[in-house]
T-cell receptor, first 114, second 113 residues
Framework: NAGVTQTPKFQVLKTGQSMTLQCAQD?????MYWYRQDPGMGLRLIYY???????DKGEVPNGYNVSRLNKREFSLRLESAAPSQTSVYFC?????????????FGPGTRLLVL | AQSVTQLDSHVSVSEGTPVLLRCNYS??????LFWYVQHPNKGLQLLLK??????LVKGINGFEAEFKKSETSFHLTKPSAHMSDAAEYFC???????????FGAGTTVTVRA
């Protein structure tokens, strides 16, 4: 039982390049999330998927797109990377997306955009 | 709107002494509150959560937090710090509008030998 896994762990991009961050969970959770973490700002929600087949914007969605490929996988795409997207990206999942639920986090992807 | 304020960006303690991490929240309703810990280069791990049951919540690794509605606080404590407690700690509240999480800015804990 690996929990939440993310690939890649590290990535360096040039401005304007595109890439997809992958996330998978093996806990049979319905809800999945993408966050970014910047110094002094905690984590901010980029997009989330309450259940398979649905996605919604979070606090900071501009410059990103997501795909809920199936129940297990939720990918985040940067179409044209910008230096402002340099951050650490975390994927998380929870069973039903309810307020009392624990979210389980992956180890993160560290992205540097030059 | 719901928000979280962690009152200290950095806390330094000696091993074996108590740890106190302060968190205040603003909310127009009774929220769900969490403390998560992040060790260097790792993902976040749940320490404990409050969901309107007992106001004193016990978590993993000897941590506990007390929900005080009158003070809108949810401070995290541990009686005796261990070197392995060096990490960043986040106080988190759920939002009423969509039940999503709103994170505080984080408190970095350093433990001195």
């Amino acid at each position: 039982n690996a929990g939440v896994t993310q690939t890649p762990k590290f990535q360096v991009l040039k401005t304007g390049q595109s890439m997809t961050l992958q996330c998978a969970q093996d806990m049979n959770h319905n809800s999945m999330y993408w966050y970014r973490q910047d110094p002094g700002m905690g984590l901010r929600l980029i997009y989330y998927s309450a259940s398979e087949g649905t996605t919604d914007k979070g606090e900071v969605p501009n410059g990103y797109n997501v795909s809920r490929l199936n129940k297990r996988e939720f990918s985040l795409r940067l179409e044209s990377a910008a230096p402002s997207q340099t951050s650490v990206y975390f994927c998380a999942s929870s069973e039903m997306g309810l307020r009392q639920e624990t979210q389980y986090f992956g180890p993160g992807t560290r992205l540097l955009v030059l | 709107a719901q928000s979280v304020t962690q009152l200290d960006s950095h806390v330094s303690v000696s091993e074996g002494t108590p740890v106190l991490l302060r968190c205040n929240y603003s909310s127009s309703y009774s929220p769900s509150l969490f403390w998560y810990v992040q060790h260097p280069n790792k993902g976040l791990q749940l320490l404990l959560k409050y969901t309107s049951a007992a106001t004193l919540v016990k978590g993993i690794n000897g941590f506990e937090a007390e929900f005080k509605k009158s003070e809108t606080s949810f401070h995290l404590t541990k009686p005796s710090a261990h070197m392995s407690d060096a990490a960043e700690y986040f106080c988190v509240v759920t939002r009423l509008s969509d039940y999503k999480l709103s994170f505080g800015a984080g408190t970095t804990v350093t433990v001195r030998a």
